[in-house]
């Protein structure tokens, strides 16, 4: 199938829903497209904000901590993902590698401390998943505390000549405030999650709470199964496609040989596709070759998922701006008229105010302008703070 990239676009515009805002309450609807990546924190509430009508803060609280009806752990890249909590069965247990996948490339940097205490990684995961049981009937508050208490848990489960390298301080940071076996279970805590050994609840303080699958909440943590793993890649290709093997590896963070295995596990469903001169796949007959991108302004986060792309060309053509995009550290938020990036913006909060800054690529009539500064003040109304400035300017 030739698609035009107007048309990828639109269809990738319709799977993230960014065409048109969902009805008031879908929230779960708007997550399960490919989960909503929470880094850095609160990602996943402008991503919302984004694609539900009336969606407040309040709202996304209630789904996450009481409902539960959402849940965040870390998922795909390590990174931490809210997603259905019913879907955890695709965002979750799929990612766990089978023997001779390894490694996800969030634990590559692991050799260091495995060289250090002379053991490999197929001797330390499952003690620190031991370890983590700790989590069934125990909360823990911030990640730096996690790795503390989980690596203490860890040593009676190591050989006793290990103890003292265990105890030593990281060579990943500040070994003052970590130990190579705090960075061990640190590193490790990823492929934990996938298993529902570990998972976030409640923000306290600026820093979140972390307890297992089961304690969180009271049910068993869903098992590997094969219709997850080929919906994870259907959701992939829904938002992404067309798309390779090699870069659904590259969205998971997995090795080649993990993703060809669950690649298989859709190739009867697939299709070809062009965009250009790039190939790819789609999922066979859920693509509309004249599917319409549309028009809409959207202020995205630094991170939305509309933004995890590879082809990143399709919705900035220029490269030059795009390293404007997509930074190495402290990415701006994102203008979307259609499915383009017309320019990029940044936020700063004074007190109970919010400041704007919106940068376009090319002058905009006086219309366009007004709509953004009203997604400004709705933005600002969002995060229950005023608008106290909202800059448009352009710069050519």
Not at 78 to 100: C, E, H, I, K, Y
Not at 206 to 223: C, D, E, I, T, V
Request: hydrophobic share 40%; with cysteine; net charge neutral.
């Amino acid at each position: 199938m030739e698609l035009t990239p107007s048309a990828v676009r639109g269809c990738r515009l319709r799977a993230h829903h960014l065409l048109s805002p969902l009805s008031p309450g879908a929230l779960e609807t708007a997550a399960g497209a490919c989960g909503l990546q929470n880094s850095p924190p609160g990602s996943w509430e402008l991503a919302l904000f984004n694609r539900v009508a009336d969606c407040s803060l309040a709202q996304l609280e209630e789904a996450l901590c009481r409902r539960k009806t959402l849940l965040q752990a870390w998922s795909y890249r390590g990174a931490p993902v809210v997603f259905p909590t019913g879907d955890s069965g695709v965002f979750l247990s799929p990612l766990a590698a089978l023997p001779g996948e390894e490694p996800w490339i969030y634990t590559q940097g692991l050799p260091l401390a495995l060289d250090h205490l002379g053991m490999t990684f197929g001797e330390l995961l499952p003690l620190v998943e031991q370890a983590a049981r700790y989590l069934d009937h125990h909360a823990v508050h911030s990640k730096e505390e996690l790795d503390r208490v989980l690596a203490k848990e860890a040593e009676p489960l190591l050989p006793r000549e290990k103890l003292p390298l265990w105890r030593d301080g990281s060579m990943y940071g500040r070994p003052d405030r970590q130990t190579v076996g705090g960075a061990v279970v640190s590193f490790l805590l990823r492929p934990c999650s996938f298993r529902g050994l570990v998972v976030f609840g409640e923000r306290e303080g600026g820093s979140p709470w972390f307890l297992s699958y089961r304690a969180w909440l009271n049910q068993q943590p869903p098992q590997p199964d094969a219709e997850g793993d080929r919906e994870l890649v259907r959701r992939f290709l829904r938002c992404y496609g067309p798309a390779t093997q090699r870069e659904l590896a590259a969205w998971l963070g997995c090795t080649p040989a993990q993703a060809q295995r669950l690649w298989q596990g859709v190739a009867q469903e697939l299709e070809p596709a062009a965009v250009g001169r790039k190939k790819g796949w789609i999922l066979a007959g859920d693509w509309e070759k004249e599917a319409e991108e549309g028009s809409r302004l959207l202020l995205l986060g630094p991170h939305d998922p509309y933004l995890d792309l590879r082809d990143r060309s399709l919705v900035l053509e220029d490269p030059r701006l795009q390293r404007l995009v997509w930074r190495t550290v402290a990415n701006p938020g994102a203008i979307l008229e259609g499915g383009r990036i017309i320019g990029c913006w940044r936020s700063k909060t004074r007190g109970e105010q919010l400041e704007l800054t919106l940068t376009l690529w090319r002058q905009q009539e006086a219309a366009r302008r007004e709509r953004l500064q009203e997604l400004g003040e709705a933005l600002a109304a969002f995060r229950g703070l005023s608008l106290k400035k909202c800059l448009v300017e352009t710069v050519e």
